[in-house]
């Protein structure tokens, strides 16, 4: 099974700033990673597939990069909204497997 | 516009089967080349693919689940569904449904979920 690993497990930002989290897959995963956003009492929302686009409506100060086993997510200037829980996913292999998540939180 | 929503039982006791439904609105699933999914959330957790199914009825589990899971689809009422037998308290969770567009598995379109508590 894929491993995902995400880090840090919490991230600490003034809004305005930006934010920059991390997942490392146990193997190649090639570009096939995809990010969600997850606010208390919400569905996971899909923010980027494909490691790097933008999924349908979401805004341009999120930012998805990497391949192989190090992939990014940039949130420049971070608004109100933005502070929740994020989890990259895998999506090259069976089992689908996730990230453990890493909580943005506002400093 | 794409919708999907749980359906079932919110209270399921140990041993029995969990059973759930997510009925789909705004797209066919037999006219479409989508697969569709479950996902779950233990209360504070983190997220757990369950499996995925495709319109035609092909199947993939979560092999830590496979032995307890069945996936299926009723193509006439627009719906799939999530057997899980045997529950125990480690199965209370939020089950998420969710559409797969090919040929990928990330899920662009999700249910708002359904809390499943197994206790007696």
């Known amino acids: 099974e894929m491993v995902m690993t995400q880090s840090p497990a919490t991230l600490s930002v003034s809004p305005g700033e930006g934010a920059t989290l991390s997942c490392r897959a146990s193997?190649?995963?090639?570009?096939?990673l995809a990010w969600y956003q997850q606010r208390p009492g919400q569905a996971p929302r899909l923010l980027i597939h494909?490691?790097?686009t933008r999924a349908t409506g979401i805004p341009a100060r999120f930012s998805g990069s990497g391949s192989g086993t190090e992939f990014t997510l940039t949130i420049s200037s971070l608004q109100s909204e933005d502070f929740a829980i994020y989890y990259c996913?895998?999506?090259?292999?069976?089992?689908?497997?996730f990230g453990q998540g890493t909580r943005l939180e506002i400093k | 516009q794409l919708q999907l929503q749980e359906s079932g039982p919110g209270l399921v006791k140990p041993s029995e089967t969990l059973s759930l439904t997510c009925t789909v609105s705004?797209?066919?699933?037999?006219?479409?080349?989508?697969?569709w999914g479950w996902i779950r959330q233990p209360p504070g957790k983190g997220l757990e693919w369950i499996g995925s199914?495709?319109?035609?009825?092909?199947?993939y589990y979560n092999p830590s689940l496979k032995s307890r899971v069945t996936i299926s689809v009723d193509t006439s009422k627009n719906q799939f569904s999530v057997k899980l037998s045997s529950v125990t308290a480690a199965d209370t969770a939020v089950y998420y449904c969710?559409?797969?567009?090919?040929?990928?598995?990330?899920?662009?379109?999700w249910g708002q979920g359904t809390l499943v508590t197994v206790s007696s």
């Open positions: 969710a559409r797969h567009p090919p040929p990928s598995g990330y899920g662009d379109y």
């Open positions: 705004g797209a066919s699933i037999s006219g479409s080349t989508d697969y």
């Open positions: 199914i495709y319109y035609s009825g092909s199947t």
């Open positions: 193997q190649s995963v090639g570009s096939n």
């Open positions: 494909d490691a790097s």
């Open positions: 996913q895998q999506y090259n292999t069976w089992p689908r497997t």
